[in-house]
């Protein structure tokens, strides 16, 4: 993806059967391109004084190509550097529909405007210096948000409070690289500008804040992506039953048969203001059946993957739990749960005892599993400001690791140069959160995942 002065168009509404058709130009030549097609009648083509119009204001104009009439239309213009990449930026909205839209893209491209590629727009409000590169990520979340919790972290970090936390740590690591710099220059004369006592105090101390940092990381992915819930059991103890339950539809096959289950289901699910990761999975027992095998195989493996493992028994046949033949090392993320009470009679049922076929007990088992879920989130995360961006962690990662190093140097009495060595590579790796040091590849990585339009 490159950056260069061509003037760019997407849509920035979806484009179908609607009211209105938002679309979205930016360039040095926005203005000049769209006054070639705007009329300020609809009789004629007249164009419009573009010049006198002022930036953030919106015009009633009728769009031609050459004397043809194409559609009536609203144009909002907002000049450089007071718009959101930067440059000129012309907002026209049209009716809505994919043949109108056609007929205006057809209009654009051949004026000489190119279509954006994903991300175009904010990577130009990027390189113009209208967000850092955090800010510009945000933007991305803030779209695929799909909780309120979700969409609170991607505003803090737009409107930038997540960059100024990493401000904050990147500021102090240019201070101690600066005095040691300092130090060596007056090294002949034996000045000591920062003791090794001291400094290794102030290394511990921001070791501390990027771990805490980092830490955050587990509560916002979760918040971020979901809580990874996998449905686990014996064959036929109703986990398709709870699945189909929680989705409110029969998304999975049910029936007597043991086994009917060969293969994972997996569908979002929001519970509580949380969004789940809702996985049914293949009954866990021996079996020679190829396909079952590999389909306990998948089983295990989204075990291993769940936050929250739902372990289910079938309250009327306890005899052979699963308990002893699943892996080890989930039974703290487990919340097991004994489902078919509407059959078990006289049967003394267990403390959370459902009935998945009548609805019997689920909300019970559904408070169980928020509660659960928000402990994950709360119990995972001591920081002020929490990461959501697996880009961000790592970057944190790579600085507390050069700051580890820093550390021994000082303890082993090492010089100058190698401990603001490590400092600054800890510096490089932190400034490209913000994207203070990045380079093309990164960049075209994440801005291509972006929607087209913005």
């Known amino acids: 993806m490159s950056f260069d002065n061509r003037t760019i168009f997407a849509p920035a509404t979806m484009v179908g059967e609607s009211g209105i058709t938002v679309i979205r130009l930016s360039g040095m030549d926005a203005f000049l391109l769209v006054s070639d097609c705007l009329s300020v009648s609809y009789n004629e083509f007249v164009k ?53 839209y056609r007929k205006v893209s057809d209009l654009l491209v051949k004026l000489g405007a190119f279509h954006a590629e994903p991300g175009e727009f904010s990577k130009r409000a990027y390189l113009n210096g209208k967000m850092d590169l955090a800010q510009a990520e945000a933007v991305a979340d803030l779209i695929k948000a799909k909780t309120d919790e979700a969409n609170k972290l991607a505003l803090a970090q737009l409107t930038g409070k997540f960059s100024n936390k990493i401000k904050e740590l990147r500021n102090d690591l240019i201070n101690y690289c600066s005095l040691l710099e300092l130090e060596l220059d007056f090294s002949e004369e034996g000045i000591d500008l920062v003791e090794r006592t001291e400094l290794l105090n102030k290394i511990n101390k921001l070791i501390e804040k990027f771990n805490t940092l980092t830490q955050s990381y587990e509560s916002g992915k979760i918040i971020k992506n979901g809580v990874n819930l996998a449905i686990i059991g014996k064959p036929n103890v109703g986990k398709s039953s709870i699945f189909n339950y929680f989705l409110n539809e029969n998304r999975a096959i049910v029936s007597d048969i043991p086994g009917t289950t060969r293969d994972y289901l997996e569908e979002p699910l929001i519970m509580g203001g949380i969004r789940f990761n809702l996985v049914d999975t293949a009954g866990i027992r021996d079996t020679q059946d190829v396909i079952e095998k590999e389909g306990v195989r998948r089983s295990m493996i989204k075990i291993d993957e769940a936050d929250i493992v739902l372990e289910v028994e079938d309250v009327t046949d306890l005899d052979n739990s699963i308990v002893n033949k699943s892996r080890n090392g989930y039974s703290d993320k487990t919340i097991k749960v004994y489902n078919k009470i509407d059959l078990a009679g ?20 559904e408070r169980e599993i ?40 000082i303890e082993q009495g090492g010089g100058n140069e190698l401990i603001s060595f490590e400092i600054r590579s800890a510096m490089d790796s932190v400034s490209e959160i913000i994207g203070k040091t990045s380079n093309v590849d990164i960049l075209n990585n994440i801005f291509s995942k972006f929607c087209i339009g913005k």
């Open 48 to 100: 419009p004084k573009i010049e006198n119009f002022k930036s953030h204001t919106t015009h009633l104009v009728y769009l031609f190509n050459g004397g043809d009439f194409i559609d009536e239309a609203l144009v909002t213009f907002f000049k450089a550097p007071n718009s959101y990449t930067g440059e000129d930026v012309v907002e026209i909205s049209c009716h809505g529909g994919s043949f109108i």
């Open 346 to 365: 006289n049967i003394t049922t267990k403390t959370l005892s459902v009935s998945a076929k009548t609805g019997e007990k689920m909300d019970v088992l």
């Open 370 to 409: 928020i509660t659960k879920a928000r402990s994950l989130v709360a119990g995972s995360s001591k920081s002020d400001v929490i990461i959501t961006n697996e880009r961000h962690r790592d970057c944190l990662l790579k600085s507390c690791e050069y700051l580890v190093n820093a550390k021994s140097q």
